[in-house]
């Protein structure tokens, strides 16, 4: 049972997060985002309960399934290492999809959240993974009988990346802003649980499929099929979770609270569009113009920069603590090897990630006083955050020289990444989770958007450094 409290209750709980940002101790000056809202002083008895955290746990699947198909690519390094070693796949893939990914939640930030109902947006999602990952079989399927060349097959295997950042970008700004609107930023919490749990669950996918079959190149291609085959199926569960949750009484009471796009024909529960009184986007600064009347995009501009202000020290958490994590991982930390495990080194390193990502995700719901959300201040916590630039080194030392590494040993980099993941998932989680609830809930669904584009933007330059960082340790690898 995750530590949740009720809707009602004013008592300080370690999911909670609202406490990093009101703590009247904090070591910064508190943004005034103007009087509370009605919506904000509405007698919290009337809010219905999270029946059994039943909307949690679906959240927790949820946040699982929109990272199940990155991380699927990331956990079937060892078949895409053995069919395209030329290609550096495990860097250019990582590459491609952050940037695409990037730009999807720029335009969605911008764009779709005011113009697109966001049950639209998550199903956009689920449809894109699918086209992408039954794209990525028959593409290997063609490269096996010849059809394709390894060169050409993949390029393919790279567009298929594209669409998939596509639908993750659009579906994961979407699920942070609906997260975000949900009671005290356990929801959010909830959301990284299940990015973790997605890692984890990919990875003893990977392991099981492999185990399975021999080393042979046609039977790891075989149990590559299996394991895709199944993300698959864990894709349509999720697509079943999300449209169960929008019809809770819970859920509805917090997205009922935001305006609904004015000329969406359908509007979040599949009714006719209308817009209620003080409803309309121009209540909140939204810009769209589809089909009749107009809001100004100055406007929608002007909201954007004023949220990103009261939110700036969480972005910018959360922008190193990816950053940090991207540059150093799967890219260097997957370059050492050990030889008595041989092509399953990367899978271990990978495993070892997602393991202590989860255990930091975790960490936030536990009661220990210095780990709970409400002990620590905004500038307290970014100031950690930037501690962990230490962790960039540290890998560089494992892999570097080639030769003969000054962290000798495949101990050393799994113990340092491991302790990436922890600390990586502990301080990314705690940044998440604090931006919206530091808005007025009416906003809190762009703000959850806007701390996506930061957290994306950490990663894009994150796994920019990481090239940068192979060529330094490699200078042959782009050769």
């Known amino acids: 049972m ?98 695409a990914t990037c730009i999807t939640v720029a335009i969605s930030l911008f764009v779709l959240v005011d113009r697109y109902p966001l049950r639209w947006r998550i199903r956009f999602g689920y449809m894109m993974f699918g086209i992408s990952l039954i794209g990525f079989i028959l593409v290997e399927v063609a490269v096996t009988r010849g059809s394709l060349s390894r060169q050409s097959g993949f390029g393919w295997v790279l567009f298929t990346v ?55 190149e046609s039977a790891v291609e075989q149990s590559t099929f299996v394991f895709l085959g199944l993300t698959l199926g864990y894709l349509v569960v999720c697509l079943g979770l999300s449209e169960w ?44 113009v589809l089909g009749g009347g107009s809001v100004s995009s100055q406007r929608t501009g002007s909201t954007r920069r004023r949220l990103a202000r009261i939110i700036k020290y969480p972005m910018a ?35 070892l990630f997602n393991v202590g990502d989860l255990i930091g995700k975790l960490l936030p719901l536990t009661s220990v006083v210095w780990l709970i959300p409400s002990w620590w201040s905004e500038i307290k916590l970014l100031k950690f955050t930037a501690w962990r630039l230490l962790f960039i080194p540290a890998m560089v030392l494992c892999a570097a020289p080639l030769d003969k590494p ?9 113990i340092i990444t491991l ?7 502990y301080t990314g989680t705690l940044a998440m989770s604090s931006g919206p609830q530091a808005c007025q809930e009416k906003d809190r669904e762009v703000a959850g958007t806007i701390m996506t584009l930061s957290l994306l933007c950490g990663l894009a330059a994150g796994v920019t450094l990481s090239i940068a960082l192979l060529a ?8």
């Open 2 to 99: 995750p530590p949740l409290s009720s809707p009602g209750s004013s008592s300080p709980i370690a999911g909670d997060t609202t406490a990093l940002i009101t703590d009247p101790s904090d070591e910064f000056d508190v943004v005034d985002t103007g009087p509370p809202s009605a919506d904000d002083t509405q007698n919290q008895s009337t809010v219905p309960e999270d029946a059994r955290s039943r909307v949690w746990y679906a959240i927790v699947l949820c946040g699982a399934g929109f990272l199940f198909p990155f991380n699927t690519y990331i956990a079937a390094a060892d078949f895409l290492e053995q069919r395209y070693e030329e290609y550096h796949p495990e860097f250019y893939i990582t590459l491609v999809y952050i940037y």
């Open 162 to 216: 594209v669409i998939t950042a596509i639908g993750g970008g659009v579906q994961q700004s979407s699920y942070y802003g609906y997260a975000g609107m949900l009671h005290g930023g356990t929801y959010t919490l909830a959301l990284m649980v299940g990015e973790s749990l997605a890692g984890v669950a990919v990875s003893f996918n990977r392991i099981v499929t492999k185990a399975a079959y021999n080393d042979a």
């Open 245 to 288: 949750t929008y019809r809770t009484p819970f859920t509805k009471h917090y997205l009922k609270k935001l305006p609904k796009p004015e000329v969406i024909a359908l509007d979040l529960y599949g009714d006719e569009s209308s817009t209620d009184d003080g409803g309309s986007l121009a209540a909140r600064g939204g810009a769209a």
């Open 317 to 351: 958490a959360v922008f190193v603590s990816f950053l940090v994590t991207l540059s150093t991982f799967p890219g260097v930390a997957t370059m050492p090897s050990s030889e008595k495990l041989g092509d399953w080194s990367p899978i271990v390193v990978i495993s």
């Open 406 to 414: 000054a962290l000798p040993g495949f101990g050393w980099i799994c």
């Open 419 to 425: 302790f990436l993941g922890v600390t990586g998932g």
């Open 472 to 479: 330094m340790i490699d200078p042959t690898s782009f050769a």
